[in-house]
């Protein structure tokens, strides 16, 4: 399917340290598989995953970014055009929480103040070595202004629910533009094909 045939593209961010199963937690939802054993990402990568809501046909770009801190600068360019970010931690590694509060820092300087963002604590299949409570994922979540969503890349839980809950927080957004005007979320000017819209 060409990028004419989409209704709105969408660019999701995924962030958060090393180790944490961003890439396996984009594996899964994409191509439904699980992998016990990843490469680190070097940089970035990029998947695309198709769905409908409510009628309208919705193109994610998903970008699967690197959790070392030496490609912070790397990566700080992605955060551009991005209409939800997830903020990812692994429920059983309490730096990976710890460090939410310098990923926000860099949500704050690189993206939009309007980006949607959704909090995941991963791994939730591993109850029995958790560190972070559901309570303190929620409290963070609510005193940062986000969704919150505890997520198993090998029991494949939470993560349709996940990325389509920011899709379609996005495509309501959208909807309520006054896309007459040809303005999005960002005031850029919305490029119109054959009555298509688009936002990228």
């Avoid at 970010?85 to 509060?101: C, G």
């Avoid at 929620?138 to 090998?154: L, Q, V, W």
């Amino acid at each position: 399917m060409s990028e004419e045939e989409y209704d709105y593209i969408f660019k999701v961010l995924l962030i958060g340290n090393s180790d944490v199963g961003k890439s396996s937690l984009i594996l899964r939802y994409v191509d439904q598989i699980w992998n016990d054993v990843f490469v680190p990402t070097i940089g970035v990568d990029f998947k695309v995953k198709s769905l409908q809501i409510d009628n309208k046909r919705v193109k994610m770009q998903i970008w699967d970014t690197a959790g070392q801190e030496r490609f912070r600068n790397v990566i700080s360019s992605y955060f551009k055009g991005a209409h939800g970010i997830l903020l990812i931690y692994d429920i059983t590694a309490r730096d990976s929480f710890k460090e939410l509060e310098n990923w926000l820092g860099e949500v704050e300087r690189n993206a939009t103040p309007q980006v949607l963002k959704i909090l995941i604590g991963n791994k939730c299949d591993l109850d029995e070595q958790r560190q972070i409570t559901v309570d303190e994922g929620e409290a963070f979540a609510a005193r940062n202004g986000m969704k919150f969503i505890e997520t198993s890349a090998k029991n494949n839980t939470g993560i349709q629910e996940g990325f389509k809950k920011i899709a379609t927080i996005a495509l309501k957004i959208f909807e309520k533009e006054d896309i007459k005007k040809g303005v999005n979320l960002r005031g850029s000017i919305v490029k119109k094909k054959q009555e298509k819209r688009k936002f990228c």
